[in-house]
């Protein structure tokens, strides 16, 4: 059975964490943030994890892991 390719826009976005969880970055903190308080910049701080639903999708176009 031939090997099974990785998509390459989930290995830029998302890590797999030791535990089987999924880290991703932050939605809506590259420009414009003029137009957002402080408050949503700093809960927005770093990264976050993913949606137990949506994690399945994200592992299977990562199948060899990241």
Do not use: E, Q
């Not at 989930?10 to 308080?37: D, M, W």
């Amino acid at each position: 059975m031939p090997k099974l390719k990785t998509k390459s826009g989930v290995k830029k976005r998302f890590k797999i964490t030791a535990t089987g969880k999924v880290k991703h970055g932050v939605v809506g903190k590259r420009h414009r943030l003029s137009s957002h308080n402080a408050k949503y910049i700093r809960t927005n701080r770093g990264t976050k994890l993913l949606a137990k639903c949506d994690t399945p999708a994200i592992k299977k176009w990562a199948p060899y892991g990241l």
